[in-house]
């Protein structure tokens, strides 16, 4: 995208020129912050995609080994779910959830804790306690190992609409908003220098105008004073004439006999 449409519609003046340079810092400020912070979930993305991964093996590997003692316990004791159900009042297994800031993102967290007595201390009495034992250990211990994994899974979701969006922030400020500022910047530049050059022009006409001016007043007072002279000249030659020829009128007339 190129050209006027990739830029914004302003009036290109020495304050927007000013501001748009300030949008422009402060987007590219931006962008790199948002460039870091896509950075970090990312790497903490691929950590969790390990976790979870090691956590499915290991869940995997728990569970088949629960339900080998839950076998092993219906084997030798029969079926005990009855005597469980009746002696639990309350949960001893509960989860907790906490949060996790990871780069302005706040990831929920799963932890699981025992509270209270043993319920199931006279389960399997008479005959296979130490294989209920084990059994209930072992499931604790798949119920631990879910519900970090339930943990991972929530975050593995949040990150990636996190990392989406925030690599669609990046792309746009990248290639829309940093660009059409640029294109702004150097619109602004070019109409200035136009008008500078126009500016220039202008006074260039306007001195050139006062100097034929200011030369043909010049000339014309010249050629005034020329003419003024030139008047005086004719008026000085005529009075310098006059006294002259009645001189000569004088002496041409004849005096008159005086008879004494």
Excluded at 18 to 40: D, I, P
Excluded at 227 to 245: F, T, V
């Amino acid at each position: 995208m190129s050209g006027t449409n990739n830029r914004l519609a302003v009036f290109p003046t020495r304050m927007t020129l000013s501001v748009m340079k300030q949008k422009l810092k402060g987007a590219q400020t931006g962008h790199s912050l948002l460039k870091r912070k896509s950075e970090a979930l990312t790497k903490r993305f691929r950590e969790i995609v390990k976790k979870i991964d090691d956590a499915k093996r290991l869940m995997g590997e728990v569970m088949r080994t629960a339900s080998f003692s839950l076998a092993e316990v219906t084997y030798i004791t029969g079926d005990i779910g009855y005597q469980v159900q009746e002696s639990a009042k309350t949960a001893q297994f509960r989860v907790r959830a906490k949060q996790e800031n990871v780069s302005g993102v706040m990831l929920p967290a799963f932890e699981s804790y025992q509270e209270g007595a043993n319920a199931n201390e006279l389960t399997g009495l008479g005959r296979g306690g130490q294989q209920v034992q084990k059994c209930k250990e072992t499931y604790i211990k798949a119920m631990e190992t879910l519900v970090e994994l339930a943990s991972l899974q929530t975050a593995f979701v949040i990150l990636d609409e996190v990392i989406k969006l925030t690599n669609r922030r990046v792309n746009a400020i990248e290639h829309i908003i940093i660009p059409r500022y640029e294109n702004t910047i150097k619109f602004i530049i070019s109409e200035l220098d136009e008008q500078d050059r126009e500016e220039f022009f202008r006074l260039k006409k306007v001195q050139g105008k006062k100097k034929a001016a200011a030369a043909r007043d010049t000339l014309e007072r010249e050629s005034r004073q020329a003419e003024e002279g030139k008047a005086a000249l004719r008026e000085d030659g005529a009075a310098a004439e006059a006294p002259s020829g009645e001189q000569g009128n004088i002496l041409q007339d004849a005096d008159e006999d005086v008879i004494f």
